[in-house]
């Protein structure tokens, strides 16, 4: 199944996403491909809806280093 998600998730175009979709319905039934129609708006979990204006997609530890370096110094454990 995790592989089936990654498919509907990362998918980069409407055929993908559909043919992914489909897989998904097969294995797991019409309620799972319900399920993520219903999730919610699509500009938010799946790719090939995201704002091409983004350039990068990825969360790497610089960005977290940078994020963490906002933080006051006497921060919880």
Request: charged fraction near 20%; proline fraction near 3%.
């Amino acid at each position: 199944m995790r592989y089936l998600y990654g498919g509907v998730v990362n998918s980069t175009s409407e055929f993908t996403f559909n043919k992914a979709l489909q897989a998904i319905i097969k294995t797991a039934g019409e309620g799972c491909g319900k399920w993520f129609l219903d999730i919610g708006e699509k500009e938010r979990w799946t790719k090939h809806k995201f704002n091409p204006q983004v350039c990068n997609d990825a969360n790497n530890s610089t960005f977290v280093q940078m994020f963490n370096s906002t933080l006051p110094v006497h921060k919880c454990n």
